[in-house]
Nanobody, 123 residues
Framework: EVQLQASGGGLVQAGGSLRLSCAGS????????IGWFRQAPGKEREGVSC????????YYADSVKGRFTISRDKSNDRAYLQMNSLKPEDTAVYYC????????????????RGQGTQVTVSS
């Protein structure tokens, strides 16, 4: 069974930090680019960040550049999203999914998506 499990969300004050973790199983995690996507109530889903299978290529949405850092650890089939300087507008359900990097455009979700974790940033 394919699973992508996001964790690490919570309630934090503006300016604070959270680290999200994505655990993959049931497929060749190391062969896929892994991304973080978010959806807030009443807003369209947004591709926040994506990291290639090698880890050498990354994408960040303009709204999070300089504040969020994506990484992956092939030894344990995990990907991470370090979120610093959080803002109320970062409030959303964040979920991880396999993704396709595109030049100059947000990533697509590809084969697999996990359930999300809620991030709430208070002002």
């Amino acid at each position: 069974e394919v699973q992508l499990q996001a964790s690490g969300g919570g309630l934090v004050q503006a300016g604070g930090s959270l680290r999200l973790s994505c655990a993959g199983s049931g497929f060749n995690f190391e062969d896929h680019a892994i991304g973080w996507f978010r959806q807030a109530p009443g807003k369209e889903r947004e591709g926040v960040s994506c990291i290639s299978s090698s880890g050498r290529l990354t994408y960040y949405a303009d709204s999070v550049k300089g504040r969020f850092t994506i990484s992956r650890d092939k030894s344990n089939d995990r990907a991470y999203l370090q979120m610093n300087s959080l803002k109320p507008e970062d409030t959303a359900v964040y979920y991880c999914a396999t993704c396709l990097l595109r030049t100059g455009a947000p990533p697509y979700e590809s084969d697999y998506r996990g359930q999300g974790t809620q991030v709430t940033v208070s002002s």
